[in-house]
């Protein structure tokens, strides 16, 4: 598509619930990203994949976070057993694996998590 | 990971210039400096990039001084709807990176 696309835009589940975050990339884009970000703070990373693999998965706040990768497109994050923290906005970008100038990261519009 | 210094928050009125400065004093030789723009409720967006000197868009101004040290994002004559946080970032283009994204400068600007 022509941009990275989010779903859902807007997610409220009970405590204790597992959730599943979706991204799109941009059709191409071999590096994907995963960010949190709290109300009213900055950008918090999470993961990042290059192709289907994840080098870094240092940024997961617990074992209860998870994120694959598949086909070198979709990605889904999955939280288990939801926590009051975990309400927050999850942003996805894609970015170009390639040498020269490049624009960054295209970030999709988030999912609002809410844990209530 | 070169780290980035900004001011956490800035008021400038409608039709001003605005200059907001990044302090980035390890930066490395193959690193650019990219600045992200983000309006509420929606991802950051990228501005503009540059390596040394001055890069000009239809959006945004970036000069950068020879040691490379700090930057400035210039906006000319500004207007209520640029009223956003705007993010300083380093790294290099190449290949994947995992961009820091710190709290940002908050920008209002008033009429």
């Known amino acids: 598509g022509a941009g990275v696309s989010q779903s859902p835009s807007n997610k409220v589940t009970e405590k204790g619930k597992d959730v599943e975050l979706r991204c799109d990339p941009i059709s191409g884009h071999t590096a994907l990203y995963w960010y949190r970000q709290r109300l009213g703070q900055g950008l918090e990373f999470l993961i990042y994949f290059q192709g289907n693999s994840a080098p870094d998965k240092s940024g997961l706040p617990s074992d209860r976070f998870s994120a694959e990768r598949t086909g070198e497109s979709v990605s889904t994050l999955t939280i288990q057993r939801t926590q009051q923290e975990d309400s927050a906005v999850y942003l996805c970008?894609?970015?170009?694996?390639?040498?020269?100038?490049?624009?960054?990261?295209?970030f999709g519009s988030g999912t609002r998590l809410t844990v209530v | 990971l070169a780290k980035t210094t900004q001011p956490i928050s800035m008021d400038s009125y409608e039709g001003q210039e605005v200059n907001i400065t990044c302090s980035h004093n390890?930066?490395?030789?193959?690193?650019?400096i990219t600045w992200y723009q983000q309006f509420p409720s929606q991802g950051p967006r990228f501005i503009i990039q540059g390596y040394k000197t001055k890069v000009t868009n239809e959006v945004a101004s970036l000069f950068i001084p020879a040691d490379r040290k700090s930057s400035t994002l210039s906006l000319p004559r500004v207007s209520l709807s640029d009223t956003a946080v705007y993010y300083c970032?380093?790294?290099?283009?190449?290949?994947?990176?995992?961009?820091?994204f710190g709290t940002g400068t908050r920008l209002k600007v008033l009429a």
């Open positions: 970032l380093v790294g290099p283009l190449s290949g994947t990176y995992k961009y820091i």
């Open positions: 390890n930066i490395a030789t193959n690193d650019y």
């Open positions: 970008a894609s970015s170009l694996d390639s040498g020269g100038s490049n624009y960054g990261y295209t």
